[in-house]
């Protein structure tokens, strides 16, 4: 059983960086590709970036490319979501999960999930 926690979010204003962490525990954090999704009031969750186990590929939904860089540090057992030149549309909730499978869009095949932090982008 993996536990994730999330930290990092808050307020900013637009064009302004944040950047998020994710912290694992209870698993072996390497095996897992890691991804993270974000959910604004009155959607549905959406992908953002995903990352495999080495660290090595990651992958960024169109909204987000050039602005986002997603890292993981094995050693420490996190993943962190680096988001410059923020926009009020990147308001969300965002959540880190953990896939056993290989890095994926798909948020169904994302094993665990923290329970997200407020990232909340003002005009």
């Known amino acids: 059983q993996v536990q994730l926690v999330e930290s990092g979010g808050g307020l900013v204003q637009a064009g302004g960086s944040l950047r998020l962490s994710c912290a694992a525990s209870?698993?072996?954090?390497?095996?897992?590709?890691m991804g993270w999704f974000r959910q604004a009031p009155g959607k549905e969750r959406e992908f953002v970036a995903h990352i495999s186990w080495s660290g090595g590929s990651t992958y960024y939904a169109d909204s987000v490319k050039g602005r986002f860089t997603m890292s993981r540090d094995n050693a420490k057992n996190t993943v962190s979501l680096q988001m410059n030149s923020l926009k009020p549309a990147d308001t969300a909730v965002y959540y880190c999960?953990?896939?056993?499978?290989?890095?994926?869009?798909?948020?169904?095949?994302?094993?665990?999930w923290g329970q997200g932090t407020q990232v909340t982008v003002s005009s």
């Open positions: 209870g698993g072996t954090f390497v095996n897992y590709a």
């Open positions: 999960a953990a896939s056993w499978s290989i890095p994926t869009t798909r948020a169904l095949l994302y094993d665990y």
